[in-house]
């Protein structure tokens, strides 16, 4: 079964400065998907940034970017130019692609990583 | 575009009795998941609907169940209520056309105590 860590539970970084994320996971798989989402306050999961797994390049969205390392078996994610409004609880997740069986629709979680972001 | 839309937002009820967790996903989307989330335990997987159809199901007991009608809007039932299953429950659409690729988006979630 596959697994996923986010080491840091908690984090904090000056508003405008650059924070990274650590997530690593563990899968015998080689085709898969990566996602960091965003839990504000509000509760709702917002997704920030997905990596599919055969791509080599690291996915960008605007201020945040991953580094994918799948040697390593790593996917963490970059936050530039941190805003007030990204203070949230973190989450890695891990997904098979439309594999059948016990893959479908599942997304397996990291505990998550509280960023706060201060003024 | 409406976004998943979950009622109740909150939701009390009493150790023993039964509850419904309703869930419309975005338009179009055809899978829909259900995630419990508690402090101790994280996010953790119930199942998912396609067409209709439960194609997968996490660890949890009978007493948690779902279904999907052909609109796929989504329901979750949990009988006899327990005090560990007071958690904020998650409801999760995707488009499914080309695999999970792209994600599922999420609903605000229905917080349920139990006492």
């Known amino acids: 079964a596959q697994t996923v860590t986010q080491s840091q539970p908690e984090m904090s970084v000056q508003e405008a400065e650059t924070v990274t994320l650590s997530c690593t996971y563990d899968?015998?798989?080689?085709?898969?998907?990566l996602f960091w989402y965003k839990q504000p306050p509000s509760r709702q999961m917002i997704l920030v940034i997905r990596?599919?797994?055969?791509?080599?390049q690291n996915a960008t969205e605007n201020r945040f970017s991953v580094n994918f390392q799948k040697a390593a078996k790593s996917f963490s994610l970059k936050i530039s130019d941190s805003q007030l409004g990204d203070t949230a609880m973190y989450f890695c997740?891990?997904?098979?692609?439309?594999?059948?069986?016990?893959?479908?629709?599942?997304?397996?979680f990291g505990q998550g990583t509280i960023l706060t972001v201060h003024p | 575009k409406a976004g998943v839309t979950q009622t109740p937002r909150y939701l009390i009820k009493t150790r023993g009795q039964q509850v419904t967790l309703s869930c419309s996903p975005i338009?179009?989307?055809?899978?829909v998941s259900w995630y419990q989330q508690t402090p101790g335990q994280g996010l953790q997987f119930l199942f998912e609907?396609?067409?209709?159809?439960?194609?997968n199901k996490g660890n949890f007991p009978g007493r948690f169940s779902g279904r999907q009608f052909s609109n796929s809007r989504s329901e979750m039932n949990v009988s006899t209520l327990e005090l560990g299953d007071s958690a904020l429950y998650l409801c999760?659409?995707?488009?499914?056309?080309?695999?999970f690729g792209y994600g599922y988006t999420f609903g605000s979630g229905t917080r349920l105590t139990v006492v």
């Open positions: 999760a659409s995707s488009l499914n056309t080309r695999g």
């Open positions: 609907y396609f067409s209709e159809t439960q194609r």
């Open positions: 997740a891990f997904m098979f692609p439309r594999t059948g069986g016990t893959s479908y629709g599942k997304l397996t």
């Open positions: 899968t015998s798989e080689n085709n898969y998907y």
């Open positions: 990596q599919e797994a055969y791509k080599q």
């Open positions: 338009s179009g989307h055809r899978s």
